[in-house]
Structures are given as C-alpha cells and as structure tokens.
C-alpha cells in the first residue's frame, strides 16, 4: 500500500502456512487463521486494512477474512452450500470486498464470484440479468467506485468482466 506495507503468506516451521503484513521497516505480524492451519493475505487498504483465506478448524473448509488492522480475523462466510471462499481484493474504505467461491454442484468443484458488503457474501451472478450467457466465476478487483472486474464464462467461453453499478 502507500505507506510500505505489504501482505502474503509465510511458511512455519511445521509446514503450515500463515497470512501477514509486512511494514516497510521490516516488522511482520503473523494475522492467524480462522481455527486452522493455513492462510493467506491478498490485498491491503491504504489504512492496513487486509483481505484473504483461511481454513477453518479440521482444515476442510476455508473462508474469506476481512483483518481490520488488529485482533482476530473477520470470517466473511461462504455462498449458500458451499465450503470455499477467498477474498481476493477490497475497496479502500473496506466496505465491500470480492473474491470467489464454491457454489454446490454434484460432479466439478464450481466457483461463483461474490461481493461482500453491509454484513452478506453475494453471488454476483445473481445480481446481473438473467439470460446473458455469463458465469461469474472470479471477481479480482473492486474500485471505490463500486466497478468490478474479473473473470468468468459467456456461452462457454472464458472472458473478462467488468460491472458497473447502477
């Protein structure tokens, strides 16, 4: 971000790994998990505020987290059915974040693009027309403009996206 911080994942002596923030000083704070082994930071406000994945208890399921610069990580939750989510960028104020996540299907492991704001994980194929041709599979980045870009199917093959908010 622009005050120097950075964020990724570490590696711990016992093979698990754990999401961090990195000041410019070279300071880096271990920001947990949400009761597993593993996690990792993808993106990181101006104000240090962080987002990313991290398992749960049992290391079966995995959600995104929302770290607002102290304390424990904030679960986000996972689409209805599903046991996997990442959030992979955020707004600058925090206020909405976007990622992926599993959705429910009998035979592949599917995933559907979310934002999350005021307190709910939403698929975003939901909220767009019905009858376009698009899966939403992945949102990758998010403006304070509220425009979203990423990646997903239309008619079978795979394109960019980029929603503009009403």
């Known amino acids: 971000n622009g005050g120097g911080k950075v964020v990724g994942y570490g590696y711990l002596p ?3 790994f754990h999401a961090y923030v990195r000041t410019s000083s070279g300071a880096v704070t271990d920001l947990g998990t949400l009761g597993g082994d593993y996690s990792a930071a993808y993106a990181i406000t101006g104000s240090g505020k962080v987002v990313g994945q991290a398992y749960l ?3 079966v399921k995995a959600h995104a987290f929302l770290w607002t610069g102290s304390g424990a990580l904030k ?7 599903g046991n996997y989510s990442e ?3 955020v707004n ?5 974040i976007v990622g992926r996540a599993s959705v429910p299907d009998p035979q592949f492991i599917v995933y559907h693009a979310f934002l999350y704001t005021n307190g709910s994980m ?3 194929n939901a909220l767009i027309p019905h009858g376009t041709g698009w899966v939403l599979s992945e949102a990758n980045g998010i403006n304070d403009a509220g425009q979203i870009v990423g990646t997903g199917t239309k008619n079978g093959q795979t394109r960019a996206f980029l929603l503009n908010p009403r």
């Open 14 to 16: 016992n093979g698990a």
């Open 57 to 59: 208890s049992g290391n």
């Open 75 to 81: 679960d986000l939750g996972q689409l209805p059915g």
């Open 87 to 89: 959030a992979d960028a």
């Open 92 to 96: 600058s104020t925090a206020t909405q």
């Open 122 to 124: 939403l698929d975003l």
